[in-house]
Every structure is written in C-alpha cells, then in structure tokens.
C-alpha cells in the first residue's frame, strides 16, 4: 500500500524531548532567553481586537512581516552580536553595513527554516547532478536530497574541522553543481569569513545556485548578505528560532535577489498557498521592531559560550572555537555517550551524535549563566 519512494527516506531526528521529568535542555539550540514582552502582547492585542482573523487566512504573501525583516536586517547587518546598540535601537557594525537596502521583494518567508530549505531544494536543484555540501554538516540536507531524489557529494571536513574549500569547489565546477553549507556550521561551530565565502562563490559555477544557511550566523559570523550586490546566484537561509527565541513559533526566511524570491513563491504556491499564519505573522513582525533586545541576548550567549570554553579547555578538553550558541566538544577517556548519559543523570540535557566520526563528541547549546554553572558543576565530577 505504501509508495516505492517511502523507503528511500532516512528522516530527521531532532533533539531529545523530555516528558518523563522537568530537564534544563541544551540539546536543542534553543535560545534560553524568552521573546521581549512586547511579542506576547502584539499576539493578544492582535487576537482581542480581530478575533475574527483566526477563522480567515493569513496574508499568503506575508507582507508587513516581509517588510519588517527587511528593516531589522537593514539596521542589524544580519548580526546581531556585533550590532551597535543605543537606547532601544541598533544600527550595524562598520564591518557589517549592507552596501544597499535591503527590500521585501528580497525576502520569502516559510514555516520554520526546515520548510524553507524544503522549498530551496525543489526549486534549485535536481536529480541530474549531485548537490556539494560538507561531509558533516546540518543533517536535515541529506534527509531533503533522500526526499526530493538529489544525488549528493559530501565533502570531508579538514583535519581541524574547517570546510575543505577547495575539494568542495573541486567537485563543483566537475559535476557543474550547487553547493551547500551553514555558515557558522553545525554542529562544528566553525565559520568563513564574508571574503572566504565571496571567494568560493567567485571559483564555483556561476549559472549554479549558492546557497549559505545563516541560521547561527547572529552569534558571531558574519552575514553573506552584503555579497547580494555582486552574486545573482546566492542564496540565503536564516531563522528566527535561535536568536529570536522563537523555536516554538516557527519561522524561517530567505534572503536573495527579487527575481530568485519569485521563484521559491512559485514553488511555495504548489504546495501550500499559507505557510505562515496569522499569529506567526504578528508575532514576527512584532520581534523585529525589538532588534536591540535580541541583539543584547545574542551578545549574552556569546560571552557565555567563550567563558564556558575557556573552562573546559582548562580542564583538558578539546573544544572547537565556536561562532554559535553551542559548543562542540569531547573528552579523551569519555565517549560522547558516556558524556551524554552522565550529564542527562544529573538532569540536563546535551546532544550526542553516533554518526561515525563525531561519536566522541558532544554538542552543548550556551543556556543562562545560571544553567551553565549547573552544568559545570556535573561536567567536573566526570
């Protein structure tokens, strides 16, 4: 009764979520801050003064949030932890300034970055030639290339963790293909710089799309977006559920050239004409008018993540330099199930790969100050 393709699909296995007692949970990347306050009260304000609008479809196009997201990316950089904050406002770092503005027809929004970089897929790629992307990265790309029937060609990390640059070009300009890759990546940590990404966009095939996935990018990369201005063929992910503590909401967008927007709309617009609701819509446009709040929380996870690496490196473990909101790391004598099992006793969570290769690390989302001194406090008595 079952369709041929249903056993081609290896799907996506997200973090632990617990249900047998109350966890501290750093296993998710979820932001440990809540939304600014002004987030619940736009949601009941909009909710008591047109119920009505809960019984009637959304705005398909979601404009006044296209709109908003294009007016914090203008006064961000796409970065909120370098972002300039005065009173309640922030403007971008010097390094971080877009050299145009950045418009809603720039923009398309979806349900969550998952189903965006669903919609990326389809529209990009086909089953022709094989999608490049790193050997070990966001680990919903191959879930998609198993969904949509894409060959795909993952590239080794370097022996320090950083992307293969040039095998992955390598590959690209053989098979005439796109690539793919999260910037910061997960779960390394690791980031290119602006100029490392504009240089690889330059060598890879030109009538290929390009696509960054920013998703980390708020807690200390640096934005692709500036690179809009020279580059037709980049695209950008990005995601309000880590920097804009919205995981439980879902929203994701991109970012790219108006003519590539109309695109992916073509695509949404088979599928499913309303992805973003209602309440979603309001609630996200509500959060960009509060950059600065994110954007102090962004700088409060960071130098949480740095304190919390200078501690575990002085207690002898091997941790990779991280522009995220976790760390990935490991400890030799300890396997990284050992680790996990040890710190899910004590009542927190963490995220534990057995993939082949990264076994013996585990991946630590950067919670309170006062969660990770808990943590601390578990990870010295192993």
């Not at 619940?40 to 909710?47: R, S, T």
């Not at 890759?181 to 710089?193: D, I, K, R």
């Not at 692709?224 to 037709?232: A, G, N, Y």
């Not at 969570?349 to 601390?376: N, Y």
Request: some cysteine.
């Amino acid at each position: 009764m079952l369709a041929k393709r249903l056993e081609k699909l290896h799907p996506y296995v997200p973090g632990e979520q617990p249900k047998d007692r109350d966890y501290i949970k750093l296993n998710a990347n979820e932001n440990p801050y809540p939304p600014h306050p002004a987030v619940a009260e736009a949601i009941k304000g909009a909710v008591d003064r047109r119920t009505e609008k809960l019984g009637l479809y959304p705005d398909p196009d979601a404009n006044v949030l296209r709109t908003s997201i294009a007016d914090m990316l203008n006064s961000t950089g796409g970065v909120f932890c370098t972002s300039k904050i005065s009173g309640e406002k922030c403007e971008p770092s010097e390094k971080d300034k877009i050299p145009f503005t950045v418009t809603p027809d720039m923009i398309f929004c979806g349900n969550g970055s998952d189903e965006v970089l669903s919609f990326v897929f389809y529209t990009f790629f086909d089953g022709d030639r094989p999608l490049v992307m790193p050997e070990f990265t966001y680990s919903f790309y191959p879930v998609y290339c198993g969904y949509y029937g894409i060959p795909m060609d993952a590239i080794p990390l370097k022996s320090d963790w950083t992307l293969d640059k040039e095998k992955m070009l390598s590959s690209a300009n053989k098979n005439n293909s796109s690539i793919i890759f999260a910037n910061p990546n997960a779960p390394t940590g690791l980031s290119l710089t602006r100029d490392e990404v504009a240089e690889m966009i330059r060598k890879a095939p030109r009538d290929r799309i390009f696509v960054v996935d920013e998703a980390y990018c708020d807690f200390g990369g640096e934005s692709c977006i500036p690179l809009l201005k020279d580059f037709d063929n980049l695209v950008i992910v990005r995601t309000f559920s880590k920097s804009l503590s919205f995981a439980g909401m879902r929203l994701g967008y991109v970012v790219s050239s108006p003519d590539l927007i109309k695109a992916i709309f073509t695509v949404k617009n088979s599928f499913n004409h309303f992805p973003v609701d209602f309440i979603t819509q309001t609630a996200g446009a509500a959060s960009c008018k509060e950059a600065w709040y994110y954007a102090e929380n962004a700088k409060k996870i960071a130098d949480e993540r740095d304190s919390f690496t200078e501690f575990l490196r002085q207690r002898g473990w091997f941790v990779i330099d991280s522009r995220t909101n976790f760390v990935f790391t490991k400890k030799d004598g300890l396997s990284g199930d050992a680790i996990y099992q040890a710190v899910k006793k004590s009542g927190i969570l963490i995220r534990h790969f057995a993939t082949p290769g990264i076994e013996d690390f585990v991946r630590i989302t950067i919670g309170t100050h006062e969660q990770m001194e808990q943590l601390k406090k578990t990870l010295e008595s192993l």
